[in-house]
């Protein structure tokens, strides 16, 4: 019997047991659509905590943060000076591998207001211009700030849109953009003009629910739950740079810490942050090591700096998504594995129904190795059917998912997860059909057709 001839009688048996080939494909279906569910959940996770580190940063960048003296030096903590512009200035001119250096003076407690509207926001920080390229911030409206603003210490800003939705109005919300350019808020009770507006962040969920809202208003309570456009769940990182407002550095000293407001009173000239980018991600090591040596010398030898960066953020993402492979593929191994044992419990089922059948073939000159292909090829055409059947049902497992525990991050089913899990599905028939093909193969014709 030939290969052809072989699949045709495999067909012919599941057709003529429909419901017990039904019941035996049952754990294929379900252990490859959990295996490319498993994929595609795990795919938009990845690539939403790759898309929250690049909202951040990117892997090119580092931030220098505050820590304690070790204790060899406890003796010098009282003098440690923290990060101060001189940092800044001798990063600039000694540290010839690094391309960006961004200081930042933030302000805490914050407050915007504008008549009896108010919001707190993630971040009311003074910066330079080179902030913008350091954070990927994009300025969709208006102007960022210019060296006369810092010069004059302006009273300017740079809002987030989740700043202006809150102050002014939600377009979504009232039909109509507003762009407040020219307009002025109270921060911390001081006025200040906008003169720029960051573009919106967001997740590719928030965006469609946001599309989807302003193409069917009156579909918009049933339709995908769309949020206020602040960014939210996972990707905090679209939400704190939608609350986020810049002010210039200057106007952030003189203002605000110069006369201590907001720090119990007292001037404080230290920075926040010290944000810094690399010049080659291949030399990051050696770039750290180089603005470690610069700072260590405007800190007199006392070590009371450390540094923050992006590249320990990819290992934890690249660490998590493996971890929730390894526990996805095991349940789904576990589901296939249990597909595998119901094939091989319905061959031998079929084998003893055909015992006579199989004595008959043997009797008029089918070779052993013609029986074993057989009912070989029969488990592997009920694992493919089943195969094919789990891919299928795989998109409405993924979207199933996505209804029951929505996430910011859409489940990204890929061509490789399918063909995967598909051969997968071939090889535990394969795996599955040698047993019972052993068996039905080593029939003594004879006993065979005597069977009763």
């Not at 003189?254 to 010049?279: A, C, E, M, Q, Y």
């Amino acid at each position: 019997m030939n290969l052809f001839n072989s699949i045709l009688v495999g067909f012919k048996e599941i057709w003529a047991h429909k419901f017990r080939s039904l019941l035996t494909m049952l754990g294929i279906i379900l252990g490859v659509s959990s295996l490319i569910g498993m994929s595609a959940i795990t795919k938009g996770m990845e690539n939403g905590m790759k898309e929250s580190l690049m909202a951040m940063g990117g892997v090119d960048k580092a931030i220098t943060e505050e820590q304690d003296v070790p204790a060899y030096q406890q003796d010098l903590a009282d003098s440690a000076p923290g990060r101060t512009m001189r940092d800044v200035y001798a990063l600039k001119n000694s540290a010839s591998l690094l391309r960006l250096i961004s200081p930042q003076m933030a302000l805490l407690p914050a407050m915007a207001s504008r008549a009896d509207k108010r919001i707190r926001p993630s971040e009311l920080v003074g910066v330079w211009p080179a902030a913008l390229e350091m954070d990927l911030h994009v300025l969709e409206h208006g102007r960022f700030f210019t060296d006369l603003d810092e010069e004059y210490a302006n009273p300017v800003c740079v809002i987030g849109t989740a700043i202006r939705d809150e102050l002014f109005g939600d377009p979504d919300e009232i039909g109509t953009e507003i762009i407040p350019l020219g307009q002025t808020i109270n921060l911390n009770g001081q006025a200040f003009r906008i003169i720029g507006m960051f573009q919106r962040y967001e997740s590719d969920v928030d965006k469609k629910a946001r599309e989807y809202a302003r193409l069917h208003p009156a579909k918009e309570k049933t339709g995908p739950k769309r949020s206020k456009g602040w960014g939210s769940g996972r990707n905090w990182a679209f939400r704190r740079k939608n609350l986020t407002i810049y002010v210039p550095l200057n106007t952030m000293w003189i203002r605000f810490r110069s006369s201590g407001t907001g720090t119990n009173g007292i001037p404080n000239p230290k920075l926040s942050d010290i944000d810094i980018k690399v010049k080659d991600v291949e030399n990051f090591p050696e770039a750290l090591q180089q603005a470690k040596n610069v700072m260590m010398i405007t800190h007199n030898g006392i070590e009371d700096f450390g540094f923050q960066t992006q590249q320990g953020s990819v290992e934890n993402i690249n660490a998590a998504i493996r971890n929730a492979r390894m526990s996805g593929g095991i349940i789904s191994a576990i589901s296939l594995l249990v597909g595998g044992i119901g094939i091989m419990n319905i061959m031998l089922a079929s084998i003893t129904e055909r015992i006579r059948e199989i004595g008959i073939r043997k009797a008029i000159g089918a070779s052993t190795l013609a029986i074993f292909l057989q009912i070989l090829v029969e488990s592997v055409v009920i694992a493919l059917i089943g195969g094919v059947a789990g891919v299928a049902t795989s998109f409405g497992l993924v979207k199933l998912l996505g209804q029951l525990s929505p996430t910011d991050n859409t489940p990204i089913v890929t061509v490789a997860s399918m063909i995967f899990a598909f051969l997968c599905s071939a090889a535990i028939g394969l795996v599955a059909g040698i047993f019972p093909a052993l068996k039905a193969a080593k029939l003594n014709p004879i006993q065979a057709l005597r069977y009763e």
